[in-house]
């Protein structure tokens, strides 16, 4: 039942996510000029401010991207707790962040407004002022934008390693997928981010379009799902080796990390870290030199 379970799971998280795509582009419609690399400028603002009902009907989709945004981060959690519990978390903890300031951008909007309602509390200000005011406030959206691609780009490479290291949806999906991870990441750097743009903004869509397609049309393989075939993978997971009530595990000198046995492996046979820089790539280049010292 479970397992069934896990496929209605999937099939919601691609519908949610493929709601905060068309909640975008009804937004970006209805209140034109806000884009990633558009500049806000003055006829920015009395676009805003003479068109207050195509505001008013784009503003709550504004808001349902973050509300989809929160959706998917629990489906997606539930779905890929079973890979790496710890890796889902920190999705998490990015996911916040970068809905949290996509729900800044939404305060944002309306400071063409607060500002320029003429409210007894503005009378000290000229109008000029509360224009120069108005311009400020909304300049402030382009890099909050910004800041949350940038951390959606540390999420989507935790999904995508996640999706890779997983056997119930397809790796080259995960691969994808760690690929938009990268091109949001550029964001991190606004000029770089600038100078690689439109491959950057390609890279973001053709990856998260992969796991939504993929998602929408086949889910999970429920078979897969939760089996614990892709436990094995783990870097970390402590595989006792006993022999005649005798066991040895291997010590990481620098990270202090217990290391898996190959299961095949004689005790006295001396393990190696079997981690992919796929799996474990911090892991791999920082502490594979010493990985291979055995403890009695």
Not at 25 to 38: A, F, H, M, T
Not at 143 to 165: E, N, Q, R, V, W
Not at 265 to 281: F, G, I, M
Request: net charge positive; proline share 5%; hydrophobic share 55%.
């Amino acid at each position: 039942m479970r397992r069934e379970l896990s496929q209605t799971t999937g099939r919601i998280a691609g519908a949610c996510y493929l709601a905060i795509f068309v909640a975008g582009e009804i937004s970006s419609v209805l209140v034109p000029n806000i884009g990633l690399l558009n500049n806000i400028d003055a006829a920015t603002i009395d676009h805003i401010v003479s068109h207050q009902t195509a505001f008013w009907a784009g503003y709550p989709f504004f808001l349902l991207v973050v509300v989809f945004r929160l959706m998917l981060m629990l489906l997606f959690y539930e779905l890929f707790k079973p890979v790496n519990k710890n890796l889902s978390l920190l999705a998490v903890y990015f996911n916040i962040v970068a809905t949290t300031m996509q729900a800044i951008m939404a305060i944002s909007l309306l400071a063409p407004l607060v500002l320029l309602s003429g409210g007894h509390d503005l009378n000290a200000f000229t109008p000029d002022q509360l224009q120069t005011l108005a311009v400020a406030a909304m300049k402030l959206y382009t890099p909050i934008y910004t800041i949350a691609l940038a951390f959606f780009g540390c999420y989507d490479l935790l999904i995508g390693s996640l999706t890779f290291k997983s056997t119930f949806i397809a790796r080259p999906i995960g691969v994808l997928m760690g690929i938009a991870g990268l091109g949001w990441l550029t964001f991190f750097i606004p000029p770089m981010a600038t100078h690689l743009f439109p491959y950057n903004l390609a890279a973001g869509l053709i990856g998260e379009g992969a796991i939504i397609l993929w998602l929408l049309v086949k889910s999970v393989n429920a078979q897969k799902w939760g089996s614990g075939s892709y436990e094995n993978a783990s870097l970390f997971k402590i595989v006792a080796m006993k022999k005649e009530a005798q066991a040895k595990v291997m010590h990481c000198l620098r990270c202090g990390r217990m290391k898996a046995f190959d299961e095949q492996s004689e005790p006295d046979v001396v393990a190696k870290c079997y981690s992919s820089a796929l799996h474990e790539p911090f892991h791999l280049f920082l502490c594979l030199p010493l990985c291979v010292v055995p403890l009695v």
